[in-house]
């Protein structure tokens, strides 16, 4: 596999909370969702992958050089936005975008500006004055405008309205279309990366429960809807989440295939059915079962 | 010019600036002894700049940026060094324009290097201290210790007009000392403060590299 | 006379049929095959509005519909009760949704150039299983 980001055994260390033995690639051309609850370590991962902090142990990867002597090239081709952007706050939009021009091989001002233009932020405004929102809109604009080969996002949708996010999702199917650049992205799952992520990694307390194309995930997990009494204990046995209810009861299976078979008569009887299950689902399935 | 120098030096120059214009007049005039007090401004004006450039600094914007972290240190030390040097170098002409007035001679070269190359180290601690710590951390113990130094600057000023002689520091005995052979002096103080200057370099490169405290 | 139904009802949100009109094919089905029986009382409308999960605005409309196509009938105060629906009416209606899949089948199968005789033989052997 082609992967353009790699991270191995990665750890960090905070007083409490601490990444242990992160291990995960990127795949050239795909987009990568990072998900998990609150306080999965999401945001010190993109950041140690971004090399915005240290690790304390691992290595990383990209374009198959290390930070350690390949981090100005590295840097020059990855595309980083912050959950809350830093920047010189008491200067404009127009003067940041001076500063950083130099330091970039192919900085396009050009482009920049026309991305400016099309998230509606004004040139002229102090980055103070921006809202939220904005500021992200800004970061991602400076991330998309100096040939970057690679982004790595941080919860990118929050704060951003439903047009933009929309907005947001089609420019990142966009740029991995080429089959040359790819996209990490950590983010609540309910923000719509699900939707365009094509592998889903899921985090918890600062470990990795899974990492799997989500094709694959989604073939696997189903919601099965049965009439009571209608399959073998033994079939039943083998559902998590089992809801039983007056007309109806559901459990989650992570294999379906291997269920088929046996489900097959109820199936056609209409005494089961079946359902796709939703990211959500399993990653609340995970969390809870852990 | 690099954006990082550009954006720093404003501070450097505005500071510099102000130091010759309001405390380097009275070098220039009067026959007080104006060396023996207006030098001991000088780390004050120097660590000023560094904090006031410190304060706005984003280097959460400059961790996204291809620039290295010693490529950073360096344009800072850079700065630090330029601006001794130049508070320096204009001490000592115009203590050497003034020669022949009595108001300055070879302890006043000694003590002008000696004070400068003290403002130089400290600049450059200042800058590693933010860096280790964060700015809202260290510029409290900053504020306090430039605040006594000014107090001590001015108490000095105050107790030259009653003490009969002066200068005072230039009497000491370690710059009587090294005044003897004035240049030779000048030339191992600068020499050793910026060995030492360039040892905080690679110093600061190994503290900037694995902080997080600065944002 | 009343009697509570052994009901299966699933409702799926990727389905693309409305929630209230999944909850009244499902119990015209549950009519059809004799898990609702006339006469059985259906369940009210909060209790499967719980257990469904879905508003009680939803199971009022699946009701009120139900009613008006003569499926069911509300007696104030006691709840709704199945009514005594022909059999030949509920075999036309299921004949009317097979004939929009049979529709399908028969057009892919000469696409494909599969015949009729290969369909009958597929049926035959379905009902053989």
């Known amino acids: ?290 | 010019m690099d954006p990082i120098l550009r954006r720093s030096s404003f501070f450097y120059l505005s500071t510099l600036v102000i130091y010759v214009g309001v405390l380097g007049k009275y070098l220039g005039s009067d026959p007080w002894p104006a060396f023996e007090v207006i030098p001991l401004f000088m780390p004050v004006y120097l660590a000023s700049a560094v904090l006031s450039s410190e304060r706005g600094e984003s280097y959460g914007f400059l961790r996204t940026l291809p620039v290295m972290d010693r490529a950073v240190v360096r344009r800072k030390f850079g700065l630090v060094l330029g601006a001794a040097t130049a508070y320096w170098l204009f001490m000592m002409l115009v203590a050497l324009a003034r020669w022949d007035s009595d108001v300055s001679g070879p302890a006043t070269l000694v003590f002008v290097t000696l004070v400068c190359g003290y403002g130089l180290v400290l600049g450059a601690c200042c800058q590693i201290a933010i860096w280790r710590f964060g700015f809202s951390a260290t510029i409290g113990v900053a504020a306090a210790y430039l605040g006594i130094s000014i107090v001590v600057a001015i108490a000095h000023t105050v107790g030259l007009r009653r003490s009969a002689g002066w200068p005072v520091l230039g009497q000491l005995g370690g710059v009587q000392w090294l005044a003897g052979a004035p240049w030779l002096s000048v030339a191992a103080l600068a020499g050793l403060s910026v060995l030492v200057f360039w040892g905080l370099t690679k110093l600061g490169i190994r503290v900037k590299a694995s902080s997080e405290a600065c944002v | ?129």
Not at chain 1, 52 to 74: T, W
Not at chain 3, 101 to 122: C, H, N, P, Q, W
């Open chain 1, 1 to 290: 596999m082609d992967a353009i980001l790699e991270a191995r055994n990665v750890e960090k260390q905070y007083e409490d909370f601490s990444l242990s033995g992160v291990s995960l690639e990127v795949r050239r051309g795909s987009i990568t969702g990072l998900f998990g609850p609150n306080g999965a370590g999401k945001t010190t991962l993109i950041k140690i992958l971004a090399h915005q902090v240290p690790a304390r142990a691992g290595a990383v990867r990209v374009f198959g050089l290390s930070y350690g002597d390949g981090e100005r090239e590295i840097k020059n081709r990855i595309g980083y936005v912050a959950q809350d952007p830093p920047f010189y706050v008491d200067k404009t939009v127009q003067w940041t975008a001076r500063f950083v021009a130099p330091y970039f091989a192919h900085w396009d001002g050009a482009h920049f500006y026309g991305l400016l233009e099309e998230f509606r932020v004004n040139p002229l405004k102090k980055v103070r004055h921006l809202s939220g929102g904005q500021k992200k809109l800004l970061s991602l604009a400076l991330a998309l405008s100096h040939g970057a080969e690679l982004l790595i996002l941080d919860e990118p949708t929050a704060g951003l309205d439903v047009v933009y996010r929309r907005a947001l999702l089609d420019r990142l199917r966009t740029f991995v279309a080429d089959g040359e650049r790819s996209v990490i992205v950590a983010s609540h799952v309910t923000d719509g990366l699900d939707e365009i992520a094509e592998d889903v990694c899921i985090l918890q307390d600062g470990r990795i429960v899974m990492h799997e194309d989500k094709d694959g995930l989604m073939s696997k997990w189903k919601w099965i809807h049965f009439r009571d009494g209608a399959l073998a204990p033994a079939v039943v046995g083998r559902l998590s989440n089992l809801r039983r209810q007056p007309f109806g009861d559901s459990g989650l299976t992570e294999d379906f295939p291997a269920l088929r078979e046996a489900l097959a008569r109820a199936l056609s009887a209409g005494d089961a059915k079946v359902e796709n299950a939703k990211l959500e689902d399993i990653m609340v399935s995970l969390i809870k079962g852990a």
């Open chain 3, 1 to 129: 006379m009343t009697q509570e139904a052994s009901l299966f009802i699933a409702l799926s949100p990727s389905n693309p049929d409305p929630m209230y009109k999944q909850v009244t094919d499902q119990i015209k089905d549950a009519i059809a095959i004799g898990d609702l029986k006339p006469n059985d009382r259906l369940p009210s409308v909060r209790e499967l509005s719980e257990a469904l999960k879905v508003s009680a605005i939803t199971i009022k409309r699946a009701y009120f519909d139900l009613e008006t196509e003569g499926y069911i009938l509300t007696r104030a105060g006691l709840g709704s009760f199945v009514a005594e629906v022909s059999r030949d009416a509920l075999r036309s209606r299921k004949l009317d949704e097979l004939r929009a899949e049979m529709t399908r089948i028969v057009r892919t199968a000469a696409r494909f150039g599969i015949t009729r005789e290969d369909i009958v033989a597929l049926t035959r052997e379905i009902e053989e299983q």
